[in-house]
């Protein structure tokens, strides 16, 4: 990446500017309480570099996908006030995303506060990308910093409409640290990965990871298949799998995909089933062609961990994107977490992991080894378009960088 970054910008031009900030604070939020706060967080050291040059900080997010009207089911107050936990100094809620009120509010900053806007999606014009609400937000300063890696395979009026109003205007639209980091991961991961390469991929279906099979296939040593999309490469092989998840409209693709990918491509050579996928429920371990017909598959079988696992201790560069199996539940849970103990002990041994998608981050977490994983993305979506060589437009319309 060559854009221009954050921490390129001399920190004594910032003192007193006003800078739009875009981030991706879409946490989980119950009964008006997050539960996973790992975005928040994330997000704290653009923030810091910020408010320490003494700018007066006007972040801007979405959460969760309101209907283009104001819900209180999504509103960022919750964030805010975990935000000012966090940052250690108070955080201004300007309940509304644009107009009049955050002229005002934003007028009243002074040098080092933060105002962190009501929900993007509140307004209509957000998701479709509407050039008036990203002007409107454009006027209030000339600096954009895009830290929302996360919401960047987006064009959004708050991602890409916004950097784009911001240099119209002569200001510019630079990656925060966040951003920055993610795209310097991956971007590596893909473009000099230390060899072997593995990359292992699972979750619940392929229709939304078989671009990235395809991407990855040419520049992978290996590439690892589990979780529910291993189904539809067993049925592509003309193996019985009961009542396991398969889409049967992708067996062709699959079928083509492993007549091309040749030996690189490994399946899982066992299964843990069960009668119902629940909590409780009786499993077998069965070999892949022993699947019976009121079988579900849930997991990876033994033999199959001990597969992967040599693999990624040869690896010195891992991306992973799904769980093995229906990790939630514990029964099912072996799989994945014998990869992310395989994954964490060649981050050890000074391998380099990348780790996309919600549900791998939160399996990680779950396996206690997220700390010693190189990098866990906070962008799902972003990071598998990213990974399947898709173009960003949150990334493409920042500014390029004087040197990479
Ligand atoms: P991520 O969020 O990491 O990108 P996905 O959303 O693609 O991952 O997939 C995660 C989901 O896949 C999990 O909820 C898990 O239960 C499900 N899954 C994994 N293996 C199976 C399986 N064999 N059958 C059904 N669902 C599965
Ligand atoms: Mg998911």
Known sequence: MSKKIVSDIDPASLAGRTVLVRADLNVPIADGRISDDRRVRASLPTL???????????????????????????????????????????VRFVPESAGPAVRTAVESLSEGDVALLENTRFHPGDTANDPELAASWAALGDLFVNDAFGAAHRAHASTSGLAEAVKAR???????????RE??????????????????????KISGKIDVIGALLPRVDRLLIGGAMANTFFKALGLETGGSLVEDDRVEVARRTLQEAGERLLLPVDCVVAAEIAEGSTTRVVERSQVGADDRIGDVGPATREVYAKEIAAARTIV?????????????????????????????????????????????????????????????????????GAALPGV??????SAA
Do not use: Q
């Open 396 to 401: 493409e319309a920042l500014t390029e960088g």
């Open 320 to 388: 992973w994107n799904g769980p093995m199996g229906v990790f939630e539940i514990d029964a099912f849970a072996e799989g994945t977490t014998a990869m992310a103990r395989a994954v964490a002990t060649a981050c050890d041994g000074g391998a380099t992991a990348v780790l996309g998608g919600g549900d791998s981050a939160a399996a990680v977490d779950r396996a206690g080894v997220a700390d010693r994983i190189t990098h866990v993305s906070t962008g799902g979506g972003a990071s598998l378009e990213f990974l399947a």
């Open 183 to 204: 795209l310097r991961f991956l971007g590596e991961a893909l473009e000099r990965p230390e060899r072997p390469f593995v990359a292992i991929l699972g979750g619940a």
């Open 48 to 90: 810091r570099l910020l408010t320490s040059a003494g700018a007066r900080v006007v972040l801007l997010s979405h959460l969760g996908r309101p209907k283009g009207a104001p819900d209180p089911k999504y509103s960022l107050k919750p964030v805010a006030d975990r935000l000012a936990e966090l940052l250690n100094r108070s």
């Open 170 to 180: 002569g200001g510019e639209a630079v990656a925060g640290l966040l951003m920055a």
